[in-house]
Structures are given as structure tokens and as C-alpha cells.
């Protein structure tokens, strides 16, 4: 089955940007989503379609994907951005279709 | 306002069944494919079941598959779960979620239910 991989961890200053990978055999060719988690939680949509924000997020929050990587960045780092985050993606040629990354927990320090 | 209520969970025995349900508003239901997913308790996320809109599809992850069984009730704006033959590998968050599209293939988990615990043991 697909296997997305991540940071366990990811530190940032305030104001400084941080970045999320999630790693993936050709994710290029994929749609990738993200997904944030604060403690205590239900995790909720901050990218979706690589790149594409809901309504609400913040365009601090940006994503790209290509080749085996897909890159969640969080520009301008806030202390309320400090959660887990996953990424996500569709595969088409399992009977297990939804697959998740291994998540990141962003640190603000 | 999008709202997803889980209900259901609670402490079960091994071996014994468990039925969770979602209920919805906010949103035209029949119009969505709706999923379940589980976290363990400090873990990852791990996708369980989808339907799409008109139950045409149906899948399972591979730890739950023969055991489990999703189903929806348009008319009554619900979501629901069978648990059978429960282990404590089970003991989890499960919560429902809301897709995107009507299908729900390369589309997003728009929405999520605050979740409902589901603790398997003796």
C-alpha cells in the first residue's frame, strides 16, 4: 500500500516560516491534502488540492507538490499554529484508498 | 453552520459489537459521501470506511474489513458504524466525516465530528 512519510517534528520561532513534508512514491501525480490537529481536537482541512485554502485559512498556509515530495509551509509562524499536521492522499489502485501521512508536530518555540 | 455529532462509543468487551452514529445538519446530506476515521489515543489518523451519497460504493480499511460495516440513512440524516468482533487494537477516536463531493475519490475530508471513544478491553 501507499506510504506517505513525514517529520515527526518540526520547530519554528514566531514569525519565521516553517516547513512540512510528506514523502511519497511519485506524490507529484497525486492530489494532496492537509490537514491541522490542535490537542484535544477533532483535525480539520487547511489545504486541499496541493494548494487550494478553505474558506477561513489563513494565506500564511500554503502548499506545493511535485516529484516525491508535497510541502506544506506556514509563513509567519503564530503561537496558535502549533499542532499536528497530516497529509493525505488518494490511491487510486488500492482497495485501501485513503492514506494518510505519518504526521508532523509543529513546535512554536 | 456544518455539524457532525458521533455517538455510540463507550468501553466493550473483546469479542462483543459496538454500533457508533453520526448525526448531521447543516449541510444536504443525501448530496455527500461521508467516512470514518479512527486515532488512536496519541496517534496517527487511519482512514476505516467511506460511502458515497447513494451507498453505491462502499469501502473498508484493511484492519476492519469483514468486521465492520458502514451504512446511512438519507431520510434521517445519519451515519453509522457496526462493530463486530471488536479487539483492543480497535480502542480509538472514531470520527465521522464529511467529504467533499458526492463520490468521494481524490476529494477532501472537508469536515470532522468532535469524535467518540471507543475503548476495547476486559
Known amino acids: 500500500s501507499y506510504v506517505l512519510t513525514q517529520p515527526p517534528s518540526v520547530s519554528v520561532a514566531p514569525g519565521e516560516t516553517a516547513t512540512v513534508t510528506c514523502g511519497g512514491n511519485?506524490?507529484?501525480?497525486?492530489?494532496v491534502h492537509w490537514y491541522q490537529q490542535k490537542p484535544g481536537q477533532a483535525p480539520a482541512l487547511v489545504i486541499y488540492?496541493?494548494?487550494d485554502r478553505p474558506s477561513g485559512i489563513p494565506e500564511r498556509f500554503s502548499g506545493t507538490n511535485s516529484g516525491n515530495t508535497a510541502t506544506l509551509t506556514i509563513s509567519r509562524v503564530e503561537a496558535g499554529d502549533e499542532a499536528d499536521y497530516y497529509c493525505?492522499?488518494?490511491?487510486?489502485?488500492?482497495?485501501?484508498?485513503?492514506?494518510f501521512g505519518t504526521g508532523t508536530k509543529v513546535t512554536v518555540l | 453552520e456544518v455539524q457532525l455529532v458521533e455517538s455510540g462509543g463507550g468501553l466493550v468487551q473483546p469479542g462483543r459489537s459496538l454500533r457508533l452514529s453520526c448525526a448531521v445538519s447543516?449541510?444536504?446530506?443525501?448530496?455527500?459521501?461521508m467516512h470514518w476515521v479512527r486515532q488512536v489515543p496519541g496517534k496517527g489518523l487511519e482512514w476505516v470506511s467511506g460511502?458515497?451519497?447513494?451507498?453505491?460504493?462502499?469501502g473498508y480499511g484493511d484492519s476492519v474489513k469483514g468486521r465492520f460495516t458502514i451504512s446511512r440513512d438519507n431520510t434521517k440524516k445519519s451515519l453509522f458504524l457496526q462493530m463486530n468482533s471488536l479487539r483492543p487494537e480497535d480502542t480509538a477516536f472514531y470520527y465521522c466525516?464529511?467529504?467533499?463531493?458526492?463520490?468521494?475519490?481524490?476529494?477532501?475530508?472537508?469536515?470532522w465530528g468532535q469524535g467518540t471513544l471507543v475503548t476495547v478491553s476486559s
Open positions: 466525516v464529511k467529504d467533499a463531493l458526492s463520490v468521494g475519490d481524490a476529494s477532501p475530508f472537508e469536515n
Open positions: 447543516g449541510f444536504t446530506f443525501d448530496d455527500y459521501a
Open positions: 460511502i458515497s451519497w447513494n451507498s453505491g460504493y462502499i
Open positions: 511519485n506524490i507529484g501525480s497525486e492530489s
Open positions: 488540492y496541493d494548494n
Open positions: 493525505q492522499v488518494w490511491d487510486s489502485s488500492s482497495a485501501h484508498p485513503y492514506v
